[in-house]
């Protein structure tokens, strides 16, 4: 599906589908998103420099339009999922982003320099996670520090570095911050911070109370967010945020991403639906007469 | 030819049901409402051995578990644990719970009319097709194998019963495997009922004296890791029904892979055909919850 395929910088996505952070988390499980279920690039969950086991279960929890998760940014620590698990993602053969979150650019730099060595094809650093302190989103609503995070890694290293940022007031300021610092592409959004509240439990369902909100609720909001970045950016733009179909995905793209994230959609179209989602852009390419997913990025600006 | 011949069984196990199976071309009928917890009754509680307790709880909201498929539990301001059950059928569905750790020992402080909140069914099932079974638990691995046994004993089917433990008192749901007609036998490792050691060591004994199409078994991993072996060395298919840590349940945490084929237990599993298994780390690696990997 040559006509699928889209240039994020340097870096060739297969098709315009990517696999988010967080999700289906381990190696042989990436590997398994490229190759079964036909994701164009993966990105890896998000590391940090001590192992994590995150917060106790309830972590995830449905709600009427989506997920929400309090997972906690569990993982075994950079150097153990670098060494172990980034070798089997790689058999995918598709690009694999390492996520990174760090709680300071010291972090930040020492992960991402880590993964450029073990053979990441990029950089994904999570400037936005919703339900960890002192990490994700109380950095990436600074958007002095995000220019100080993004100069930091970018001066380090060779490959491409994308920035993923959630809903905040400062978004085009964090945003523009982080292109003035060198990113090679911005990520938009993350989940929203939210609550579940169970109405016979009359208890908050997730341990930590407070998780990130996804899917089909939020997808409205993140391309609006694509829609005032691509306003405002040069650099390429990846859509996230309740892409569940080809619709959802091909309105990411005319609103000027040229790849959408897909990932709480995973728990209830499978693997598949990475193919899917592809096969249907693709179809609707062919059928309005385009012969790139390029031809349609950003369409839908004046 | 290796590689593909794995792909292809394992997308084989992976989705029984139609609607998920990747080749269909219809979209799923489920929506994110499918991991919403639902509050269940407790109607009755049993205590099987001094560490396990049993649970009915009240199904009417629920969809039936089929034998070998889990739900996950939580009790707020406990914790939630994935469980599997022990039986179900007339409005009731019984989860079988050992005190293993703090949420299981909330569990088990709770009183009858209490109430849990539980969302699945969630996974795979047993096979239950062939005709001859031979059923080896461990523990309280007896759980998913005694919901098997019942179905098993409603279709007219012959099977035995073989299952271990530290002592007699923790020995689970004999009698009720005696009740489904199967023939019954136990092993316990300070010899205080039936043979002194393991249930394996008993298995080529039955092995040689009947002959069965099918074992099923649940238990701790190293015995059911001689279970597969022994069975497979006589060319009998084994179904294992395994454990692991689980954040969510639903396939999209990745917290309970087997490498390197990637296998989910909660979804792809937790019942697989034991051939499958032998090309993943079953029985010697497992994963904590922060995902590193620990030896089984």
Same mark, same amino acid.
């Given at each position: 599906?040559?006509?699928?395929? %889209?240039?994020?910088?340097?870096l060739?996505?297969?098709?315009? /589908?990517?696999l988010?952070?967080?999700i289906l988390c381990n190696?042989a499980?990436l ?8 994701a *164009?690039? %993966? ?7 001590e192992r994590?086991? *995150?917060y106790p279960?309830?972590t995830?929890?449905?709600v009427r339009?989506?997920?929400i998760?309090a997972? *906690?940014?569990?993982n075994p ?5 670098? +060494? ?5 993602a790689r058999?995918g053969k598709?690009? %694999?982003m ?7 650019v010291g972090?930040?730099l ?5 993964a ?18 002192? +990490? ?7 958007p ?11 001066g380090a290293?060779?490959?491409p570095?994308?920035?993923k ?11 523009l ?17 939210? /609550? ?5 439990a009359?208890?908050? %369902? ?9 899917g089909?609720?939020?997808h ?6 694509v829609?005032e ?6 650099i390429?733009l ?19 991403a ?14 598949n ?13 062919d059928?309005?007469?385009?012969k790139?997913v390029?031809?349609?990025v950003?369409?839908?600006h004046? | 030819?290796?590689?593909?011949? &794995?792909?292809?069984?394992s997308?084989?196990?992976?989705? =029984? ?6 080749? #269909? ?10 991991? $919403?917890?639902?509050?269940a ?7 099987e ?8 709880l ?8 089929l ?9 707020p301001?406990a ?7 022990s ?13 293993t750790g #703090? ?7 709770l009183?009858?009319?209490g109430?849990?909140f539980?969302?699945? =069914?969630?996974g795979?099932?047993?096979k ?8 080896v638990g ?6 998913p194998?005694?919901?098997a046994s019942? $179905?098993?004993s409603?279709?007219?089917?012959k ?10 008192s ?6 009720e ?20 050691? &393991?249930?394996?060591d ?6 040689r ?10 238990g =701790? ?5 001689k279970?597969l072996?022994?069975?497979?060395k &006589?060319?009998i298919?084994?179904?294992?029904s395994?454990e692991r840590?689980?954040? !969510?349940?639903?396939?999209? !945490? ?5 490498d390197?084929i ?6 792809d599993?937790?019942?697989f ?11 010697k690696?497992?994963?904590d919850?922060?995902g590193?990997r620990?030896?089984v």
């Amino acid at each position: 599906m040559p006509k699928l395929t %889209v240039k994020i910088g340097s870096l060739k996505f297969s098709n315009p /589908t990517e696999l988010a952070s967080g999700i289906l988390c381990n190696g042989a499980l990436l590997r398994r998103t490229a190759t079964e279920g036909g994701a *164009g690039a %993966v990105v890896t969950k998000s590391l940090t420099n001590e192992r994590r086991e *995150g917060y106790p279960n309830p972590t995830i929890v449905g709600v009427r339009a989506g997920l929400i998760n309090a997972i *906690g940014l569990s993982n075994p620590g950079y150097a153990e999922f670098l +060494r172990h698990e980034l070798p089997l993602a790689r058999e995918g053969k598709v690009c %694999v982003m390492v996520s990174v979150a760090g709680s300071d650019v010291g972090e930040f730099l020492r992960i991402s320099s880590a993964a450029e060595d073990s053979g990441a094809d990029g950089v994904e650093l999570n400037l936005s996670c919703p339900h960890v302190k002192k +990490r994700g989103l109380e950095m990436g609503s600074d958007p002095e520090l995000v220019h100080e995070v993004v100069k930091e890694v970018k001066g380090a290293l060779k490959i491409p570095v994308h920035a993923k940022f959630g809903l905040t007031d400062r978004l085009t300021d964090a945003a523009l911050k982080a292109e003035g610092a060198g990113a090679d592409a911005i990520v938009a959004i993350n989940t929203i911070k939210a /609550t579940a509240i169970d109405i016979h439990a009359r208890k908050p %369902v997730l341990s930590n109370i407070y998780g990130g909100l996804s899917g089909p609720a939020i997808h409205s909001i993140a391309v609006r967010c694509v829609y005032e970045l691509y306003e405002i950016l040069s650099i390429p733009l990846i859509g996230s945020g309740g892409v569940e179909d080809w619709q959802t995905a091909v309105e990411f793209l005319l609103a000027g991403a040229r790849a959408v994230q897909i990932g709480s959609a995973v728990a209830i179209k499978e693997l598949n639906v990475f193919n899917k989602v592809a096969r249907g852009i693709e179809r609707y390419l062919d059928t309005c007469g385009f012969k790139s997913v390029e031809e349609i990025v950003g369409c839908a600006h004046g | 030819m290796e590689e593909k011949n &794995l792909e292809k069984s394992s997308n084989h196990l992976i989705h =029984p049901d139609p609607v998920l199976n990747p080749e #269909s071309s219809g979209d799923s009928k489920f929506t994110h409402e499918k991991f $919403v917890f639902k509050p269940a009754k407790i109607e009755k509680i049993t205590v099987e051995s001094p560490k396990v307790k049993s649970f009915y709880l009240k199904a009417n909201s629920l969809d039936l578990p089929l034998p070998g498929q889990f739900l996950m539990v939580w009790l707020p301001g406990a914790g939630e644990v994935p469980m599997s059950v022990s039986d179900a059928g007339g409005g009731s569905i019984r989860i079988t719970v050992a005190r293993t750790g #703090s949420t299981t020992e909330q569990i088990h402080k709770l009183e009858e009319k209490g109430t849990l909140f539980v969302r699945g =069914p969630f996974g795979s099932n047993f096979k239950l097709d062939a005709n001859s079974y031979l059923l080896v638990g461990g523990g309280y691995g007896a759980a998913p194998l005694i919901y098997a046994s019942k $179905v098993l004993s409603r279709a007219g089917k012959k099977g035995v019963y073989a299952v271990g433990a530290e002592d007699s008192s923790e020995l689970l749901f004999t009698h009720e495997a005696r009740k489904h007609g199967l023939e019954v036998y136990v092993a316990t490792e300070n010899g205080s009922l039936g043979h002194r050691g &393991l249930v394996t060591d008993i298995m080529n004994d039955f092995l040689r004296r009947f002959k069965f199409d099918s074992i099923l078994t649940c238990g =701790p991993e190293r015995m059911m890791y001689k279970v597969l072996r022994q069975g497979l060395k &006589l060319g009998i298919p084994v179904q294992v029904s395994l454990e692991r840590y689980m954040k !969510c349940g639903f396939g999209i !945490c990745g917290s309970c892979v087997l490498d390197p084929i990637g296998a989910r237990v909660c979804i792809d599993g937790p019942v697989f055909d034991g051939k499958l298994l032998l090309k993943t780390d079953f029985g010697k690696w497992k994963r904590d919850p922060s995902g590193m990997r620990v030896r089984v």
